[in-house]
């Protein structure tokens, strides 16, 4: 734990497979304005995936604890050898308790991240977020983001979606 998060009375670390459901409550936090619930979100099965996160060689579920609630997560993933740039990975989700913004959470928890990230031998680390997410832009870029891309995706691939 770093010493600034010790001041500020957390710590980051690797959550553990039976804390799956208490990570998949924290995801509501992401689901405030200006988020929203994804369509066909499940929370059961958000829990299921959070394990898989916990337990695969090639992810973690990062979490901010203070004394004994979740103040944060996130989760990061080597996701593809790329030609051009090698091991990538890549931030999916990251958020932190509302009544706990601004004292460092975020901070951590993305150090922590690109720790990881450099320690699978990855050459960068990417997420993407919503335009209308100009608070978590402005984190971004506080916290040293070089690049700023943009980002398309086409949703509803599964069978009987969209």
Known sequence: MSGDAAAAGFAVR????G???AVGRCYEWLFEPPGSIPPGWEPLTAVERIGATIAGPDSVMLIAVAGERIAGFCSAYIDLLS????VRCWV??????PDRRSLGIGAALLAAAREFARSRGASHLELD???ARADAHRFYEREGAGVRTR??????LR???G
Do not use: M, Q
């Open 83 to 86: 030609v051009r740039y090698g």
């Open 14 to 17: 690797a959550a553990l497979p």
């Open 19 to 21: 804390e799956a459901e």
């Open 129 to 131: 977020s919503g335009d």
């Open 151 to 156: 980002c398309f995706g086409w949703h509803g």
């Open 92 to 97: 999916e989700d990251l958020a932190v308790d």
């Open 159 to 161: 069978e009987g979606e």
